[in-house]
Structures are given as structure tokens and as C-alpha cells.
């Protein structure tokens, strides 16, 4: 792309002029990437367009991405219904209608991602649930291996009572760089903490007696990518 010109009274205007510094150097209005990618099948680094359907303003290096940074997608999974599985001990198993799957529009973005269990149990009677969050077989943001100790993201065993109405809220927040523009498929896992194995519960405790002290919850999950 051209730098600045200053223009003179009585000077021609060229048509290569018009386009180097008055088109491709102005604020390009686009409905969305689509319209933008067919009328600029190669774009030049500095060029600086609005996405009318995205409603946000971005600028092209090596690849469009917000200008100064910025946040370039959210989504999110709510999950209310319950959930339970029998696992053996520290296996984890995905919590169904809690899994994301994005692509991220920049390489050198990064994910921040949050999830949590709004009522976590474990059949044991104890407060004996993590959560792990996997890109796609690959646990991340968990502790460091050390011995034959579990790898977590939060959680664990939080009494050594046995109480059929023990419960656990469980939450994790972290930032993650996938690294490409690649699909991913990230997922929220529970996992037993129990010595043998045994059943989690998610939104419910292990005595779901239906009765108005005893609660039912809600758990999330959410990845926003930032461009930084």
C-alpha cells in the first residue's frame, strides 16, 4: 500500500492515486467476511474495514483481526438438566451439553475460557468431584503430573464425612492459546476422585429427595477469543 500524499491544486487525478490513497486507505464498509473477501481477494497490510454483521472495525496484517485488540467471538453452553455417570477412579467423562466447537479467526489469538459445575456430587458420600476442560482428547490448564496424583483443574475431595447431601461448586477460568486456525472441539469433563469406582452427579446432589431443600443447579460454559 502507499503512503500519504499530499495533492496539489491543478494536479491530474490519477486513477492508481484514487485507489491507493483515497480507496484502499479509507474505512471499508462490508455486510460480512464474505462480501469483504470478494471484493478484496488480496488484501494489503494496514488495509482497515467495518464488519456490519460482527459490528467491529479491523485492520490486516497478515491476517484480519480487530483493531488494537479486542474481543472477536463468544460462545457459550448452558447446561440445566442433570447428569450422572459411574466412573472408575480419577477417570473423567464429558458432562453432555457442555462441549464448544470453534475455530479461531487468528493464529496468535488466545481463548479465555470458563467453566463450572453449579452442584457437583459424587456417590461416595463425599465431596469427591473435579472438573477438567479437554481440546479434544488433551486436558488443559491442570496441575502438574506428579506421581499417580490426578491431574485437575479444580475440585477434589472437600470431607472426609460421608453425607449423602455433601455438595461441591466448582469453577475454573484460564487463558489458552490453540495455536492455528483449526477446529477444536473443547469439553467440560467430570472426573471421581473417589478411591474405587463410583457415580458423579452434576446439578444434584447424591440425595435428590424431592423436597425444597434440596437443590437443582445450573453449570456453564463459556470461551471468548481476544485478539491481543
Do not use: C
Request: net charge negative.
Amino acid at each position: 500500500m502507499a503512503g500519504r500524499k499530499t495533492f496539489t491544486a491543478g494536479e491530474v487525478l490519477q486513477a492508481a492515486d484514487v485507489n491507493d490513497f483515497l480507496m484502499d486507505q479509507s474505512v471499508m464498509v462490508f455486510a460480512g467476511t464474505a462480501a469483504r473477501g470478494s471484493a478484496i481477494p488480496s488484501p494489503s497490510e494496514g488495509m482497515v474495514t467495518y464488519l456490519e454483521d460482527a459490528d467491529e472495525l479491523q485492520v490486516y496484517t497478515t491476517d484480519w483481526g480487530a483493531v488494537g485488540g479486542g474481543l472477536v467471538a463468544v460462545k457459550h453452553a448452558l447446561k440445566t438438566d442433570t447428569f450422572s455417570a459411574s466412573l472408575a477412579n480419577g477417570a473423567d467423562v464429558e458432562v453432555t451439553g457442555l462441549s464448544i466447537t470453534h475455530a479461531m479467526a487468528d493464529a496468535s489469538n488466545k481463548l479465555i475460557i470458563s467453566a463450572y459445575f453449579g452442584l457437583a456430587a459424587n456417590g461416595a458420600g463425599n465431596g469427591q468431584t473435579s472438573l477438567a476442560i479437554k481440546d479434544g482428547s488433551t486436558k488443559i490448564a491442570v496441575g502438574d503430573a506428579a506421581g499417580s496424583r490426578s491431574r485437575v483443574g479444580a475440585g477434589g475431595v472437600i470431607t472426609t464425612t460421608s453425607q449423602t447431601f455433601i455438595e461441591q461448586n466448582i469453577a475454573v477460568t484460564f487463558v489458552y492459546k490453540p495455536g492455528d486456525t483449526a477446529s477444536h472441539t473443547y469439553t467440560v469433563r467430570a472426573i471421581n476422585q473417589a478411591g474405587f469406582t463410583e457415580t458423579v452427579y452434576i446439578n444434584r446432589r447424591e440425595n435428590d429427595t424431592d423436597i425444597l431443600t434440596v437443590p437443582r443447579s445450573a453449570s456453564g460454559f463459556v470461551i471468548q477469543e481476544v485478539s491481543v
